[in-house]
Nanobody, 119 residues
């Protein structure tokens, strides 16, 4: 089995920064795309940022210029650097990964980490 474990969430004032990490473990041949999602209260989970195995990135418009996604392929870890945080960034953040295992490609999710931005 494959596990994704997030860390780095917390409470921060508006304008502050946080860095989220998500480490994948288990029997993994390789990891294709890695992604960060967020789910605010009463809203659906939405994609925030994604990064391919080659390092290409894309972001939802609302975080462009403030968030940076990166990854360390040797550690099977993806990061999300969040700067200039706003109260509307408050949500549970989840990481996701498309993992190549014996038998094919599979999608996995982390358990989520809470990010709260106070005004």
């Amino acid at each position: 089995q494959v596990q994704l474990v997030e860390s780095g969430g917390g409470l921060v004032q508006a304008g502050g920064s946080l860095r989220l990490s998500c480490a994948a473990s288990g029997i993994i041949l390789s990891i294709n795309a890695m992604r960060w999602y967020r789910q605010a209260p009463g809203k659906q989970r939405a994609l925030v940022a994604a990064i391919t195995s080659g390092g290409s990135t894309n972001y939802v418009d609302s975080v462009k210029g403030r968030y940076t996604i990166s990854r360390d392929n040797a550690k099977n870890t993806v990061y999300l650097q969040m700067n200039s945080l706003k109260p509307e960034d408050t949500a549970v953040y989840y990481c996701g990964a498309t993992v190549r295992r014996i038998g094919g490609l599979y999608d996995y999710w982390g358990q989520g980490t809470q990010v709260t931005v106070s005004s």
